[in-house]
């Protein structure tokens, strides 16, 4: 078991559609993370959070747009996704900003996203 | 961050010590070596960190040699449940960020 929950567990969308993934720890974590992994492949980091404020984009497209609307919650909201944007999309929390400190992320179990 | 080399695989008996090895020749002073792993259709799961004194947990022993060039990820008595991608890490310091490399496939036979 995790102790950051990610909804949902798995998601099919269309290409025009909108959604959003959620991402919740209740560790008092300040940091936190969206990665993308396509399989068999390792995780890529997409966005890193810093006490609620954006501090890396890893360029990632526009029809990806992240949320932190406080320090326990993560969202990613989707819009016209590509069908090469299938992949599970990882949430992760670190108590501080890495740059900050050696302590470790802790991750999720992901959420599965198919693109028809 | 200091590109670290794997196997690609590695079996291992039920019972047994796995010694999962990483090479990290170009390492720096301040980058520490984390260990992750990634059971199948699970996010990955934090294991160990360490920067130059061996290190152990109740999942696992880390051992850096003393010129930091290579590690050692020690599981004492594999379990069928420790098959997964394992994932050697070192993270500059003051970088925000993990960077995955491919990671060993490790699979515990019984």
């Known amino acids: 078991d995790t102790e950051v929950t990610q909804t949902p567990k798995h998601l099919v969308m269309g290409m025009t559609n909108k959604k959003s993934l959620k991402c919740e720890q209740h560790?008092?974590?300040?940091?936190m993370y969206w990665y993308k992994q396509k399989a068999k492949k390792p995780p890529e980091l997409m966005f890193v959070?810093?006490?609620?404020?954006?501090?890396i984009n890893e360029s990632v497209p526009s029809r990806f747009s992240p949320e932190c609307p406080n320090s326990s919650l993560l969202n990613l909201h989707l819009h016209a996704l590509q069908p090469e944007d299938s992949a599970l999309y990882l949430c992760?929390?670190?108590?501080?900003?890495?740059?900050?400190?050696?302590?470790?992320?802790?991750f999720g179990d992901g959420t599965r996203l198919s693109i028809l | 961050d200091a590109k670290t080399t794997q196997p690609p695989s590695m079996d291992c008996a039920e019972g047994r010590a796995a010694n999962l090895p990483c090479n990290h020749s170009?390492?720096?002073?301040?980058?520490?070596v984390y260990w992750y792993r990634q059971i199948h259709s699970q996010g990955p799961q934090y294991i160990i960190h360490?920067?130059?004194n061996n290190e152990t947990n109740e999942m696992a022993s880390l051992i850096i040699t003393e010129d930091r060039k290579s590690s050692t990820l020690i599981l004492p008595h594999a379990t069928l449940r420790d098959t997964a991608v394992y994932y050697c890490i070192v993270k500059i310091q003051g970088a925000q960020k993990l960077v995955f490399g491919q990671g060993t496939r490790l699979t515990i036979n019984p």
């Open positions: 560790m008092g974590h300040r940091a």
């Open positions: 959070y810093s006490y609620e404020k954006l501090s």
């Open positions: 992760a929390s670190s108590q501080v900003d890495m740059g900050f400190s050696n302590q470790p992320q802790h």
């Open positions: 360490g920067l130059k």
């Open positions: 170009t390492i720096s002073g301040n980058e520490y």
